[in-house]
C-alpha cells in the first residue's frame, strides 16, 4: 500500500526567508507526487506535480519541488516566501492505473511579518 | 467557466438522521472524486467515478456511506444513519478524463457536516 508522510506538521517563517516543506513517500511502484495549497476558507488547489522527466518541478506561485526516488522524497521548496503564503500544504501520490489521491497529513505553513 | 461546486456549504444534523451532499463538477469533466477530511488531517479517499459508474469505492468506510452519479455529471453522496464520528469536511473533485493518474483534480470548497 501507498503512504505520504508529512514530516512537519507546522513551519513558523519570516517573511522574504526561504522554506523547504518536506514529503516522504512509501510505495513499491511508481507513483505520480502531487503538491496543493489550501488557503484559507478555500478549497485545495494544485501548486505542481511531478509525472516523469527532470525531477526539478516548477509550480505556482514561485514554488518548486525535487524527486528524488532514491530517498522516497518529493520536498517543497521556495526561496522567499511571502505573508500571502500562509496556508496548509499537501503533498499527495497516486498510481499509474487509478486517480484516487492519496495525502499526507499536511503542513501548516506560516510566514511572519 | 465555473470551478466544482458543493452543497451546502454547511450542514447540521442529529445522530441517526439521513444527508445528501451534492456536488457539481466541471463541465465536461468525466471523472468525479469524493473526499473526506476530518480536522487536522489530510483528505482521505472515498469514491472515483468515471462517467457514471463507480471506478473505485474502496474508501467508503462502510454501508452506510453510498454515492450516485446517475447522469455522469452532479453526484450525490449520501450517508444514513448519521455517526458523530461522520463529522468532517467532505469534498468533491473532478478532472477531464480520470482513469489513469497523471489528470489534476480540481476541488470544490467542500461540505463541512457537523453530526451533533
Known amino acids: 500500500a501507498q503512504s505520504v508522510t508529512q514530516l512537519d506538521s507546522q513551519v513558523p517563517v519570516f517573511e522574504e526567508a526561504p522554506v523547504e516543506l518536506r514529503c516522504n513517500y512509501s510505495?513499491?511502484?511508481?507513483?505520480?507526487l502531487f503538491w496543493y495549497v489550501q488557503y484559507p476558507n478555500q478549497g485545495l488547489q494544485l501548486l505542481l506535480k511531478?509525472?516523469?522527466?527532470?525531477?526539478l518541478v516548477k509550480g505556482i506561485n514561485g514554488f518548486e519541488a525535487e524527486f528524488n526516488k532514491s530517498q522516497t522524497s518529493f520536498h517543497l521548496r521556495k526561496p522567499s516566501v511571502h505573508i500571502s503564503d500562509t496556508a496548509e500544504y499537501f503533498c499527495?501520490?497516486?498510481?499509474?492505473?487509478?486517480?484516487?489521491?492519496?495525502f499526507g497529513q499536511g503542513t501548516t505553513l506560516q510566514v511572519k511579518p | 467557466g465555473a470551478g466544482v461546486s458543493q452543497t451546502p456549504s454547511n450542514k447540521v444534523t442529529e445522530k441517526g438522521k439521513y444527508v445528501e451532499l451534492r456536488c457539481d463538477p466541471i463541465?465536461?469533466?468525466?471523472?468525479l472524486y469524493w473526499y473526506r477530511q476530518s480536522l487536522g488531517q489530510g483528505p482521505e479517499f472515498l469514491i472515483y467515478?468515471?462517467?457514471?459508474?463507480?471506478?473505485?469505492d474502496s474508501g467508503l468506510p462502510n454501508d452506510r456511506f453510498f454515492a450516485v452519479r446517475p447522469e455522469g455529471s452532479v453526484s450525490t453522496l449520501k450517508i444514513q444513519r448519521t455517526e458523530r464520528g461522520d463529522s468532517a469536511v467532505y469534498l468533491c473533485?473532478?478532472?477531464?478524463?480520470?482513469?489513469?493518474?497523471?489528470?489534476?483534480?480540481?476541488f470544490g470548497p467542500g461540505t463541512r457536516l457537523t453530526v451533533l
Open positions: 467515478f468515471q462517467g457514471t459508474g463507480a471506478a473505485d
Open positions: 463541465s465536461g469533466h468525466t471523472a
Open positions: 473533485a473532478s478532472s477531464l478524463n480520470g482513469g489513469g493518474g497523471t489528470d489534476t483534480q480540481y
Open positions: 499527495a501520490v497516486t498510481l499509474s492505473n487509478t486517480g484516487k489521491l492519496i
Open positions: 510505495s513499491s511502484v511508481s507513483v505520480y
Open positions: 511531478y509525472l516523469s522527466g527532470s525531477t
